[in-house]
């Protein structure tokens, strides 16, 4: 099916929630070279430091249309997004919808798209958690199931998609987040100075992100967290998530003075990101997307959670998952050093070039 935008064909976008702006940058430029892009923000995101700022830093279209959900419930915030969306693509009427990882922004998205019979593309399909529990299961799996064309970055995820009955349409494309860091790597060496501002020796230092509901909304894992960054031998930098913050505050986690561990900051562009996990000597996260940096730029992972969609990083030896009590995580930390380099599972740095010449047909 295509329908004709001069001689292109048009693509809507959905993006919503930060790691969708860094997986959309390498799509869209790829994109934009074959078809008529629309983009459309939900507004799951609005801070500047995670939404506005990717937009200028990897140098992303500003959106076409900006749909201003913000935060609520699950049900209310997807529901909106529908809403909005629907109203959207009747206007647009592109010739496929495409939709990014697994936030409420993708569901509704292909949600929104199937009922309208517009084909949905899904970008980094096929991961599995196997944890219903985790919000982003019921958002892949859905997704998944109404999708015509299945970009996938991994083996595991194509098999994965063929378990539950999935293959057309199914493609073995690479990884987006691995043609971010290539694109965007010695741009963030020339620019980022956040070693500087920061005071801090490459190799001196760990990293720490954690979002995740299953530990910012337990208040015994937080505590277990963030009592492990406390007694962290090294200086721990940790970029706060909103949800993180909000958590801390009501549960009375009171951290950051000035001189402690771990030291907290506020999100950082995704260039001063590249280069905090670049020479950070080990990185602790529940992060998906930093999982996966961390591998590419080959920095030792203990990822705080008890299971990872990204299963090869722990295979390759290179992630460990931990149960987040301070003695597991401390024990971890000090004691996994991976040697050699990560093998290249995650694509050669052309995915996005794939899933535009694939969705051109
Ligand atoms: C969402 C995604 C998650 C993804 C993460 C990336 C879902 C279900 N979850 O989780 O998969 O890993 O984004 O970061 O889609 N908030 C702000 N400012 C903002 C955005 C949010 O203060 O710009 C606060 C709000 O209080 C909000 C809370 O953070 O209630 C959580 O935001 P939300 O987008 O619902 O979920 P995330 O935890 O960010
Ligand atoms: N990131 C960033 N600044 C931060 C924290 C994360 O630029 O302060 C980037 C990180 O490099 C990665 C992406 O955000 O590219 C990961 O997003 P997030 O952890 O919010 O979500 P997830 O990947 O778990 O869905």
Sequence with gaps: MKRSFG???KVASVVGARPQFIKAAPVSRALRRVAHEVLIHTGQHYDHGLS???FEELNIPPPDYHLGV?????GWQTGQMLIRLEETL??????????YGDTNSTLAGALAAVKLHIPVAHVEAGLRSFNRRMPEEPNRVLTD????????????AVDNLHREGICRGVHLVG???????LDHLALAERQSDILTRLGLEPGGYALATVHRPANTDDPTRLQGILTALTQMEWPVIFPVHPRTRQRMAEFGLDLGRAGQNPRLIDPVGYLDMLILEKHARLILTDSGGVQKEAFFLAVPCVTLREETEWVETVEAGWNRLVS???????????QFRPSGTPPPLFGDGRAAERIASLLAG
Excluded at 90 to 99: A, F, K
Excluded at 145 to 156: G, I, M
Excluded at 324 to 334: F, Y
């Design 7 to 9: 001689s292109k064909l």
């Design 52 to 54: 506005a700022v990717f």
């Design 70 to 74: 913000g935060s609520g419930s699950h």
């Design 90 to 99: 009747l206007i647009e009427r592109p010739d496929w919808v495409l939709v």
């Design 145 to 156: 199931h109404v999708s015509d064309l299945l970009f996938c970055p991994t083996q595991t």
């Design 175 to 181: 990884d987006v987040m691995y043609d971010a860091v």
């Design 324 to 334: 987040c009590d301070p003695a597991s995580i401390l024990q971890a930390a000090r």
